[in-house]
């Protein structure tokens, strides 16, 4: 059974501009190794070990179509970096929330 992807191996994936520059083109849609690595100016070999990491990270998933391995967008990775920042997010919210009640009472107070 597979787990999901921890926060942690999400960020550090997508910690990378290369790992972002292939995920940025998948959004296009499905590509190969080889189209993956042409406008990178890397080799296939390289951009195989930065696929390696994504899907890891439940960012991308691989497929082999023929002689050919083809790379797809992976929701999953996507929605633990989306849910782990929304959780920042609301407790954000929830300080300023306080604070702004905090500084209504103090204006209530002194008679603003």
Request: aromatic content about 0%; proline content about 0%; some cysteine.
């Given at each position: 059974m597979l787990q999901h992807p921890s926060a942690d191996a999400v960020f550090d994936a997508l910690g990378d501009g290369t790992r972002r520059a292939i995920l940025e083109r998948l959004t296009l849609g499905p590509a190969s190794a080889t189209a993956l690595a042409q406008p990178l100016g890397v080799t296939v070999a390289a951009v195989l070990q930065h696929v390696r990491v994504l899907e890891e990270a439940r960012l991308v998933t691989t497929?082999?179509?023929?002689?050919?391995?083809?790379?797809?967008?992976?929701?999953?990775?996507?929605?633990?970096?989306r849910n782990w920042l929304?959780?920042?997010r609301r407790e954000q919210e929830r300080r300023l929330d306080r604070l702004a009640a905090v500084l209504g009472e103090a204006e209530e107070e002194s008679g603003g």
């Open positions: 497929s082999k179509e023929g002689r050919v391995r083809v790379c797809r967008l992976e929701q999953e990775g996507l929605g633990v970096a929304d959780e920042r």
